[in-house]
């Protein structure tokens, strides 16, 4: 893509898709800036959900009848999308799930349980989220394996070197964010993969805030799981993402068990399903998997390149704007290409959760607290940070209003 086009991107028109965008408070339109919790949806996402609803509602996998067979295709056809969209083989490797912390779970329960014991270690990363590092965290005191992380340096990037002396023959598995939710940083995934190939380790990707906003392929990443959420990239809750190679989901045992997910069943034993229903047993999220589809029609109608090109330039200029000030310290690596769309920061003194209530006053909406990196938090020495984190629909005049309402807090606070 040209330069040119990828900076063509009509962010009035995308805005009209989204009418929260419009919704005022106190007589101030809102400027949400709080897209690493929760993207917004816009409307074609909501228009299929609700055709889903009005014209075809059943339940999948169980009817012959008109309805249910229409359910069912439009099911499949979602997981064909997805595989489609980041570059795995087929359905087999795509296993629908609540969300990226249930994904994480799934292959720590499924796998992590039954393969890890004394002597194997996981190697995670300083700024994994409370979804993996909780997590693996568990399945550490449960097995007996020794947990372990990848120093974050001072510059808001993983130590590789660090990487390198940790990974070795005792490493069952490397989970690593793709893209830091609170300090931003895009980590080099594919060298991490490379690294736990190399010792006979798999590799497990936290893709939440990389999928959203960049062109993703996990083959050539070459990672065994990458994990990510609908509701992060305009599409709905209740669904998330499980990438995994299609013979490590075949050797795995199921995670949750009953209807839906077997092959035979009798009083003595069961035998599973295909892939990737073995792994999603009961009532699936049918009417989100029909948003997740249209969600990705969306961006992908938009075009990936062009949404990271956007996010980056919004963060890039927030950065800007906060580094000018000496009272402002931000966390993370400076804008560039290990840079994804969100800053977090904190203001002198003031408490992230003071600060961000005064950002609410001017109907600007952005996140205090700990972002689920509590350990990273920790390390930097703060208790909470604010962050302000960036999509499609933003705007550098809304990028603007939060500087200009960081004005006021000031002036309020001294
Ligand atoms: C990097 C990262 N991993 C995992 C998660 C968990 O996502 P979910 O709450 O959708 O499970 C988040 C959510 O903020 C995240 O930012």
């Known amino acids: 893509m040209s330069q040119q086009e990828l900076e063509s991107l009509d962010v009035e028109a995308i805005r009209e898709e989204f009418p929260i965008l419009q919704r005022e408070f106190d007589g101030q339109q809102v400027v949400y800036l709080d897209n690493a919790a929760t993207t917004q949806t816009p409307d074609s996402v909501v228009d299929a959900m609700s055709d889903y609803y009005r014209e075809y509602n059943a339940n999948v996998h169980r009817g012959i009848h008109h309805l249910s067979q229409e359910a069912s295709l439009a099911y499949e056809q979602a997981h064909d999308r997805v595989a489609d969209f980041i570059g795995a083989d087929g359905r087999e490797e795509v296993v629908f799930t609540k969300n990226t912390t249930e994904s994480e779970n799934l292959v720590a329960y499924s796998w992590g349980l039954n393969e890890l014991g004394p002597g194997d ?13 909780v997590t693996w965290q568990q399945i550490g005191e449960r097995t007996g394996a020794d947990v372990e992380y990848i120093r974050v340096d001072e510059t808001g990037r993983l130590d590789m070197d660090h990487a390198r002396e940790l990974i070795d023959d005792d490493t069952a598995i490397v989970s690593a964010v793709h893209v830091s939710n609170t300090l931003g940083t895009v980590n080099p995934v594919g060298e991490l993969t490379d690294l736990a190939h190399e010792c006979d380790a798999f590799s497990f990707i936290d893709g939440a805030q990389a999928v959203p906003n960049r062109p993703v392929d996990v083959t050539e990443i070459g990672a065994d799981f990458y994990a990510f959420s609908g509701h992060k990239m305009a599409g709905p809750t209740g669904i998330g993402v499980l990438y995994g190679k299609q013979e490590l989901l075949e050797a795995m045992e199921p995670y949750l068990y009953g209807g839906g997910m077997i092959r035979k069943v009798t ?5 599973w399903g295909d892939l990737p229903w073995k792994f999603e047993p009961g009532t699936p999220p049918i009417a989100e998997a029909v948003g997740l589809h249209t969600a990705i029609d969306w961006l992908e109608e938009i075009g990936m390149d062009r949404i990271q090109a956007h996010e980056e330039e919004m963060a890039r200029y927030a950065y800007d704007q906060l580094e000018a000030e000496d009272d402002v310290e931000i966390y993370g690596p400076e804008p560039g290409p290990d840079r994804g769309g969100l800053v977090s920061f904190n203001l002198a003194d003031v408490h992230a959760h003071d ?10 909406a952005v996140r205090a607290g700990d972002h689920c990196t509590q350990p990273l938090h920790d390390k930097l020495g703060v208790p909470a940070s604010t962050r302000a984190s960036f999509y499609v629909y933003n705007t550098r005049e809304e990028v603007e209003q939060l500087v200009a309402a960081l ?4 002036e309020l606070f001294a």
């Open 121 to 133: 270690t996981i190697v995670l990363t300083e700024m994994e989220h409370h979804a993996s590092l």
């Open 267 to 271: 009083f003595e034993e069961s035998t």
């Open 355 to 364: 600060l961000t209530s005064i950002l609410n006053d001017y109907a600007v």
């Open 407 to 410: 004005e006021d807090a000031r």
